[in-house]
């Protein structure tokens, strides 16, 4: 049997980490199915899996912009979702 030599090890390595990185890439873009809710949905899904959602009138505009900062974190939300739940909160 033969012992790879080093720069084989090295060029294995190289060629792992390129699949490694495009999978981890593909792997955090969100479907295109995820892409289309609307905020009413983003925010029925993800608020009431921990709480009771508040009435959108509960809070003010920029009150509901500092509570989709802080809920964005815990819910682990994209941008994308917490701005669509904010705008839905504010309209």
């Not at 709480?51 to 994209?78: C, D, I, K, Y």
């Amino acid at each position: 049997m033969k012992i790879m030599n080093i720069k084989n090890i090295i060029f294995l390595l190289i060629i792992a980490s390129g699949f490694i990185f495009v999978a981890t890439m593909n792997a955090c873009k969100p479907s295109q199915k995820v892409a289309a809710k609307s905020g009413a949905q983003l925010w029925a899904e993800n608020c009431q899996r921990c709480h009771n959602t508040p009435s959108p009138s509960t809070f003010s505009p920029e009150q509901w912009e500092t509570v989709g900062l802080h809920m964005q974190s815990r819910a682990l939300l994209t941008d994308d979702e917490k701005n669509k739940i904010v705008a839905f909160l504010k309209q």
